[in-house]
């Protein structure tokens, strides 16, 4: 297609299928600017002036040639067939207008070559012939795009071949990297669905990533929708934490998570705010192993505990410290057992009764900033508490399905944010409720389209949001659905900042002078509820900083973090048993027996080959199976680790080849899978 110069960009509509951009600067006088807008016209007015021209060198030369008359007459024809082919991938009326005006064309030509342009009715044919097939296809380009510049021409190209015939691209914004296109559906024909459909289609004819388009419909009229084109993934290069974004301010401030393809910070709100008709946030985090989601979870909980009027009860019952480690000694509680695990959630429903009673006493409807404060009669402030259960799917196991869904519906009042991470929320592990309660999600890599919709909204699936692109080949890549974010942004990429372990410690201890503290009213009504698991709750003291005078970063004892006293035994004496206490510093009795022991006799360990290993896992597989087992998964095969000596994650990555194999089957139970019987190939 002829690109028509205006002060919009045009998706260009014939075979190539880019976008462009072509600013009008041709102000230059007014034989400049009419030569402009008449260029389009031209070419096929000169072709005709050019084939009267040629005739008559032509017919000098070939005039009294008999080869020539038939090799100009197969030229003719093969032309004329090689026009019809080329245009096959156009439309029906390009393509027979095209081969019309070639056959009219080189057939006069023939003629005029062989008997001469001036000969019998050849001139009249030529004077009316040629003026009329130029002005044939002057007038399809002034059909084609719009003189004015307004975009409003039907597109008969690539939108047609998507699908979306008599779209008109009414508008456009061109950004660096971005590019957003207005589009007019024909009304009762086409619907936003529609264009969400062919957004694979469309991606496939700009060359560009399928979760680089996406569409955004218009609230106030259902023949409009908005495409976005990001053409280059600018978030390859990783996003490092650049640190806190309100050091020392309120929870209620935004908590930036990351960034979006455009440059713009995602970020996140925790508490309600009457005033911008937003509710808490409860949030469910969800992406397969090596997406990244646990380090945008760190990331996020890094940020809150800068904060000055939060926080923070953690659990995670399946990696313990491995995760939350670097935090722990500014979270107030931390379950790291399946034990503590239900006691933090017994100690919640507990707690939401007694926050709501303190707001409601104090003329709150909801919790704010002024909440942490002390308040008029002296009484202390109740900071905002965030419930953050890392690995979940290990507590609703060993629990039930449903162990979040009272919590996640009573507690936004009670100015408490829920916060659920876990690989898969399929309904096998996580009930429908708790998936509605929850509202809000941030999702990273998955492993397929159905499992982004068990946590993506249809508004977001059907924009172009696509996580299961990414899988774990692009760690950190995310979507966030939350209270406070645009609908425009629900599709939009982001990738989480990767925070280093250094820069954790340095918020743990940097802002440890101004760290909340679990208030009384939190804190009696857990510890009523669960007693000791809250009261005894283990303390993380502060690590010491390098730069502080300990080149090991080791933590300092004697900053322990400190809290109220929740003892509801006032009689009960917590003084040092004075008949029980030892002296570290006595010496040692002397030795009365020296008991030998001898050594144990470890077998030598024999190196196996990979392909040697790999055939001793298909054995154990044909074992399993012999002994009637259904279901197998890593832990299994690494009971027999003494066999093919190979660690977890490699075997972790055999399984997944036999899964890819077709000898495994995923179940709804992580980690585990289906044996699949090996049937024999037919002789």
């Not at 090689?82 to 096959?88: F, H, I, K, Q």
């Not at 979870?297 to 890094?302: E, K, V």
């Not at 507690?411 to 898969?424: E, H, I, K, T």
């Not at 154990?620 to 190979?646: I, K, Q, W």
Request: charged content about 20%.
């Amino acid at each position: 297609m002829a690109r028509h110069h205006s002060p919009q960009v045009q998706l260009d509509t014939g075979q190539t299928g880019y976008l462009h951009f072509d600013p009008n600067q041709h102000a230059g006088g007014v034989g400049e600017y009419l030569l402009h807008r008449v260029k389009p016209y031209l070419p096929p007015w000169i072709v005709a002036a050019g084939t009267g021209i040629l005739s008559l060198p032509a017919n000098a030369m070939w005039g009294e040639s008999a080869a020539a008359a038939v090799g100009l007459t197969l030229a003719s024809l093969g032309l004329t067939a090689a026009t019809w082919w080329a245009g096959g991938p156009t439309s029906q009326q390009r393509r027979l207008h095209s081969a019309i005006t070639v056959a009219a064309g080189t057939s006069w030509f023939t003629a005029a070559a062989l008997a001469g342009p001036a000969a019998g009715p050849l001139p009249g044919l030529y004077l009316i012939g040629a003026p009329a097939l130029a002005a044939t296809w002057s007038i399809r380009q002034l059909l084609r795009v719009n003189p004015e510049g307004a975009g409003v021409g039907a597109d008969k190209g690539l939108l047609e071949k998507v699908g979306l015939a008599k779209t008109m691209v009414t508008g456009a914004k061109v950004q660096p990297n971005k590019a957003e296109f207005e589009l007019q559906l024909p009304g009762g024909e086409l619907t936003p669905e529609d264009v969400s459909k062919a957004l694979p289609k469309l991606a496939g004819a700009l060359r560009v990533a399928k979760n680089a388009l996406r569409t955004t419909p218009d609230p106030d009229d259902a023949s409009r929708t908005t495409l976005t084109v990001v053409p280059h993934d600018l978030l390859k290069a990783g996003a490092p934490y650049p640190g806190p974004s309100h050091p020392g301010g309120s929870i209620a401030d935004p908590v930036h998570l990351g960034i979006y393809e455009d440059g713009a910070d995602m970020a996140a709100f925790f508490p309600g705010d009457a005033a911008a008709h937003r509710n808490a946030m409860h949030k469910l985090i969800m992406g397969m192993t090596g997406s990244g989601k646990s380090e945008g979870g760190l990331t996020a909980l890094t940020e809150v505990i800068t904060r000055r009027d939060v926080i923070v009860w953690a659990s995670d019952p399946a990696k313990a410290e491995q995760t939350l480690g670097p935090l722990l000694p500014a979270i107030d509680w931390a379950a790291l057992d399946m034990d503590s695990t239900k006691a933090m959630i017994t100690a919640l429903r507990a707690v939401i009764p007694a926050r709501t009673s303190w707001l409601a006493k104090y003329g709150y409807k909801q919790w704010e900033a002024r909440c942490a404060e002390t308040q008029a009669d002296g009484s202390p402030g109740m900071p905002y508490l965030l419930a953050w259960f890392e690995e979940a799917a290990k507590t609703i196991r060993e629990t039930d399905d449903d162990v979040f869904t009272g919590v996640a519906q009573e507690a936004r009042s009670a100015g408490v944010s829920l916060v659920v991470s876990l690989q898969r929320a399929s309904h096998t592990q996580m009930s429908t409720d708790t998936r509605a309660s929850l509202g809000s999600s941030w999702v990273f890599g998955l492993r397929d389209e159905r499992d982004a919709q068990f946590a993506l909204p249809d508004e977001a699936v059907d924009a172009g949001a696509a996580p299961q692109t990414w899988k774990d080949k692009k760690p950190g890549y995310c979507y966030l659905v939350a209270n406070g974010i645009p609908e425009t942004f629900w599709a939009t990429p982001g990738r989480a900042y990767l925070t280093p372990v250094d820069a954790m410690t340095w918020a743990v201890v940097e802002f440890a002078g101004i760290r909340s503290v679990c208030d009384p009213v939190t804190g009696k009504a857990a510890a009523n509820a669960v007693g000791p698991a809250f009261t005894q709750r283990t303390r993380y003291p502060l690590p010491t900083l390098a730069d502080d005078g300990d080149e090991d970063g080791v933590y300092d004892q004697e900053n322990a973090p400190v809290d109220y006293d929740y003892d509801l035994d006032p009689t009960d004496d917590d003084s040092e048993d004075e008949d029980g206490w030892i002296d570290p510093d006595a010496e040692l009795p002397p030795v009365e027996r020296v008991v030998e022991i001898a050594p144990p006799e470890i077998p030598p360990r024999t190196k196996v080959g990979k392909s040697e290993a790999k055939k001793i896992m298909a054995e154990l597989l044909s074992e399993f199976e012999t002994e009637n087992r259904r279901v197998v998964g890593p832990a299994d095969f690494m009971e027999y680790c003494d066999r093919f000596h190979r660690g977890r994650s490699w075997v972790s990555g055999q399984v997944s080849e036999m899964v890819e194999a077709g000898r495994l089957r995923e179940t709804d139970e992580v980690g585990r899978y289906e044996i699949i019987p090996l049937h024999p190939a037919a002789a």
